[in-house]
């Protein structure tokens, strides 16, 4: 559905290249036990992609040769993958920062009744998603029922020490706005969540990361569907901050999908925007392939990135 967007590569949008690599982020799957609205991946229950054996021991390959800092695990829900748990430990054990981009629900789903001590035995950094702090907004964009799965989830979480202080288990919440428009401030945002969290639900986390819906894939097909596209388009256009472009998350990231493939973000990767525009590099390319300096595909969708405050898989960029 995604590729019928109107989203091209002709853009005004600066030239950027890359840093040196510091974050492997894979997606695991497409697989995913919720169907949200604004998710960029298109990713659910229907969805059977999934990285195989093969490709799991690439990335740990990868992991050993590179000096790689963080991978970063996405999906779908990227616990879902049958591998996941072998994963997340052996790159543990190489001294690798794991961080589990977790839809918080998966932690009820039967199957998983152990997978939120898993993450604690290992030190997993927790980034999940919960894109308000209000009922009625979560369950509009993720579906019936799921803003109690998540509060439960995260009390499962702050149960094995997750958000509290001296623990070292990091949790931390995403806002994703509900239409098309930009997310508020962070940083009053994060005040607001904790306060509503810890009176309503004694819910404690570390922080907020709020990101901007990209106009693509799920999300692009509706804004198309209601007659906003271009107008949301124009407001990320309008909004660019060039003090931003130094710190998109393109610049030290290489985004692998379920086949090994690699793009310069997840966006680029759901939009089959590849590193090179003439040819495919794939995982095992990185065994001997250095990217610093490469030339990174940009397209407007890039302008989701720079608008405002900024937004990157860590929340603003200021």
Do not use: W
């Not at 949200?36 to 390959?61: F, S, T, Y």
């Not at 000096?67 to 879902?80: M, N, R, V, W, Y």
């Not at 949790?171 to 306060?195: C, H, I, M, R, S």
Request: hydrophobic share 35%; glycine share 6%.
């Amino acid at each position: 559905m995604h590729k019928m967007l109107p989203l091209l590569e002709e853009t005004s949008f600066p030239a950027i290249s890359r840093k040196e690599i510091n974050t492997l982020q894979v997606n695991l799957g497409y697989t995913c036990n919720q169907t949200c609205l604004h998710c960029h991946v298109n990713a659910g229950p229907n969805r059977k992609e999934q990285m195989d054996r093969a490709g799991i021991d690439l990335v740990i390959e990868v992991l050993k040769k590179r000096s790689i800092q963080t991978l970063d695990l996405t999906g779908g829900a990227p616990e879902i993958n049958q591998y996941f748990m072998e994963l997340v430990a052996t790159a543990r054990e190489l001294g690798v920062r794991v961080i589990d981009r977790c839809n918080l629900t998966i932690l009820s789903e039967p199957g998983h009744e152990n997978l939120a001590k898993f993450l604690a035995d290992n030190q997993v950094e927790v980034v999940a998603s919960l894109p308000c702090y209000t009922e009625d907004n979560v369950n509009e964009q993720r579906g019936d029922g799921v803003f109690d799965a998540s509060i439960n989830g995260l009390q499962q979480l702050n149960a094995l020490g997750y958000g509290k202080p001296d623990t070292g288990l990091s949790l931390n919440l995403v806002y994703n706005p509900t239409g098309p428009f930009l997310p508020p401030a962070q940083a009053q945002l994060e005040l607001d969540y904790k306060k509503h969290l810890a009176d309503n639900f004694n819910i404690e986390f570390n922080s907020l990361f709020t990101i901007t819906n990209m106009p693509i894939s799920r999300f692009g097909s509706t804004l198309v569907s209601r007659g906003q596209f271009h107008e949301y388009m124009t407001l990320l256009r309008s909004a660019y901050m060039e003090s931003n472009l130094d710190e998109v998350m393109c610049r030290e990231i290489v985004s692998v999908d379920y086949n090994g493939d690699i793009y310069d973000c997840d966006f680029n990767q759901m939009l089959s925007l590849p590193i090179e525009k003439n040819s495919q590099l794939h995982l095992r390319d990185l065994l001997d392939t250095d990217l610093k300096n490469h030339p990174i595909r940009i397209a407007e969708h890039c302008y989701g990135c720079t608008a405002g405050q900024g937004s990157s898989c860590g929340g603003s960029l200021n």
